[in-house]
C-alpha cells in the first residue's frame, strides 16, 4: 500500500497553492539540489515527467 498524497500538493504541506508552483519551478529550473518534493505529487498532469506542462497545469487549477 503506497503512501497518500494530493495531486499537485508538491510541498506536501496539505494545502494546493502558488507555493507548489513556486517549488516546482524552482525544481525544474535547478536552482537548488537540496529541494523537498513529493515527486508523484509534482506530476500535475500524469505524464510521468515533471515540467512547465505541469506547473502550468497547476496555476490554471489553482486560479493564479
Known amino acids: 500500500m503506497g503512501i497518500a498524497y494530493s495531486l499537485g500538493d508538491a510541498n506536501a504541506d496539505g494545502n494546493i497553492d502558488n507555493r507548489d508552483a513556486a517549488l516546482l519551478l524552482r525544481y525544474i529550473s535547478g536552482i537548488s539540489d537540496e529541494i523537498n518534493i513529493?515527486?508523484?505529487?509534482?506530476?500535475?498532469?500524469?505524464?510521468?515527467?515533471?515540467?512547465?506542462?505541469?506547473?502550468?497545469?497547476?496555476?490554471?487549477?489553482?486560479?493564479?
Not at 508523484?40 to 490554471?60: C, F, M, P, Q, W
Open 38 to 64: 513529493d515527486l508523484e505529487a509534482a506530476d500535475y498532469n500524469a505524464d510521468g515527467y515533471i515540467d512547465l506542462k505541469d506547473v502550468t497545469a497547476l496555476l490554471s487549477a489553482i486560479g493564479e
